[in-house]
């Protein structure tokens, strides 16, 4: 195999990649050979000459992206090990199973190769590519996920175009199919459209969390805010709500929570959509809930963005801890990864005290198994919840 381009750190600059990290960040770089390619596989080496590690390379904050530690080198093998190795991890925690079929297979660099996400849809693998790297190799990647996880997977779909604004958009990778599929979590029906839809179509990290709900919803009233597809307000109707109140900006995504109640024997008399700006509507709301959720899209991205979206959810949870009646919960969360779990915390109490309501903490919210968090890449933690007891 021909040698990799060299990519030279600065001296003392490779501390984080000894201890497994796997970003290098451009102001760590002394020299890239002019053979390294956008996009391309390069090998990392300390400023003294050490091999730490080969990956990704691209422009940008984010340099390189390792995939392997050490003087390792990749071989033709690579992506049928690293993948036969996320698929037994996610069979050993029990997927796919009888009840639930849709999961996450690969979680970026929790599952040691960042920029990569793979959901699974039924028989029906969705790659989306956060890095250029990745997306030059997801034909290979196709073909290995064919190989080692072909009893239970029979097409490969890439959703990639939103991810990296790439304008060739999506398609498929393998196999063929509509573009959507009828999938079961926690033995609840949903259609997830994974070709139009956000992300990969279904917000897979919340399965737990929509668990604990119907676990209370009981003879509750309940509001869903930013509901997209209606995940929390079927797994409330599941658990026993008396009603449920749907809310989303989203026309398409109000259709498909339509879809998805009357999917598991739901109708009108239960539940209620309503096509709302959601901060908005919430403030102007009078209606009273047993249980608010909260769970809006990522209100910053980038940390210049950190102090207003800290601000907007503070605002978000005062309208939301105003319409709770007494004894009442509010499913709260928080995706913004530049938001961490302090801080968060800190926002909500902040809410509570404006609100002037008596409130206790229940419970701690993340993302589930198969979202893993590597011990060496702490930012992988993205998701944030907290369950309150309002009085």
Known sequence: MQPLPKVSLKFGKERSLLRFHPWVFSGAIHRIEDSAKEGGRVQVFSGEGQALGWGHYQKGSITVRLLEFGNALPDAGFWEKALLRCVKNRKALGFPG??????????????????????????????????????????????????CASDFITAVYDKSAESLGNKEG????????????????????????????????????????????????????????FCYTGGFSVAALAGGAVHVDSVDSSRKAIELTEHNVALNGFGVDTHQSLVEDVPEWIRSNPNQYDIIVLDPPAFAKHMDARHRAVQAYKRLNISALNQINSGGLLFTFSCSQVVDKQLFRNTITAAAIESGRSVRLLHQLSQPADHPVSLFHPEGEYLKGLVLQVD
């Open 98 to 147: 009888k009840h639930t079929n849709t999961f996450r297979l690969v979680h970026g660099e929790g599952d040691g190769l960042p920029g990569l996400i793979i959901d699974v849809y039924g028989s029906v693998a969705v790659v989306q590519c956060h890095s250029i790297g990745m997306f030059a190799e997801r034909e290979l990647i196709a073909d290995a996920l064919m190989t």
């Open 170 to 225: 999506n398609g498929w990778l393998s196999g063929s199919g509509s573009g959507d599929e009828t999938c079961l979590e926690n033995n609840l029906k949903f259609k997830v459209d994974f070709a139009t839809g956000q992300k990969t179509g279904f917000f897979i990290d919340q399965r737990d969390n929509r668990a604990l709900l119907q676990q209370y919803a009981m003879g509750k009233k309940v509001l869903n805010t």
